[in-house]
T-cell receptor, first 115, second 116 residues
Framework: GAVVSQHPSWVICKSGTSVKIECRSL??????MFWYRQFPKQSLMLMAT?????????EQGVEKDKFLINHASLTLSTLTVTSAHPEDSSFYIC???????????FGAGTRLSVL | AQSVTQLGSHVSVSEGALVLLRCNYS??????LFWYVQYPNQGLQLLLK??????LVKGINGFEAEFKKSETSFHLTKPSAHMSDAAEYFC??????????????FGTGTRLTIIP
């Protein structure tokens, strides 16, 4: 089956620093990448959708300048949380989808703690 | 707008007993419905999905779910629980739009515990 690698699984950073989260699809080409955010005891909330080579489309209320998404290749997408603050502490999950496989796969998630 | 409600954030059943995880949805268009399972330190895995056709959908690991339009429900069941079923389960709905870009709306999840 398809494998998605999301790294790091857990990161702690100081307020004001930037954190980059990587998501790789290991055995298929991800033409579309979804990024989700999950608060404790809440649903996964879609943050943005990106298609390879295009700018990401952000959901309402998600700051595009704070959450920078790069989907430059069919196997790698990154989410950078810029100038992180404690309220950005959350669980971030990537979800790649490929045209050749008509289901959506999910990374194991990254827990971000901002001190 | 779509929404998903999963009744019961925690469900405990004895090994060998029936598993029933409840999911109700709201959608203004015919929905596509999904159940995902998440094991510790792993990503969500698709258990089963309903798009069109037969309302009783069979998935992996012996799970099945029935789409009941009149009740706006898509409950997940398994006749006999196994210890390996312990995990977090998420119900999701999409608008069945242009496949490849439709957006999933998730429920808050149900943690299933199996009692030996």
């Amino acid at each position: 089956g398809a494998v998605v690698s999301q790294h790091p699984s857990w990161v702690i950073c100081k307020s004001g620093t930037s954190v980059k989260i990587e998501c790789r699809s290991l055995d298929f080409q991800a033409t579309t990448m979804f990024w989700y955010r999950q608060f404790p005891k809440q649903s996964l909330m879609l943050m943005a959708t990106s298609n390879e080579g295009s700018k990401a489309t952000y959901e309402q209320g998600v700051e595009k300048d704070k959450f920078l998404i790069n989907h430059a290749s069919l196997t790698l997408s990154t989410l950078t949380v810029t100038s992180a603050h404690p309220e950005d502490s959350s669980f971030y999950i990537c979800s790649p989808r490929g045209l050749a496989k008509n289901i959506q796969y999910f990374g194991a998630g990254t827990r971000l703690s901002v001190l | 707008a779509q929404s998903v409600t999963q009744l019961g954030s925690h469900v405990s059943v004895s090994e060998g007993a029936l598993v029933l995880l409840r999911c109700n949805y709201s959608s203004s268009v015919p929905p596509y419905l999904f159940w995902y399972v998440q094991y510790p330190n792993q990503g969500l895995q698709l258990l089963l999905k309903y798009t069109t056709g037969a309302t009783l959908v069979k998935g992996i690991n012996g799970f099945e779910a029935e789409f009941k339009k009149s009740e706006t429900s898509f409950h997940l069941t398994k006749p006999s629980a196994h210890m390996s079923d312990a995990a977090e389960y998420f119900c999701a709905v999409s608008d069945g739009g242009d496949f490849g870009n439709e957006k999933l709306t998730f429920g808050t999840g149900t943690r299933l515990t199996i009692i030996p």
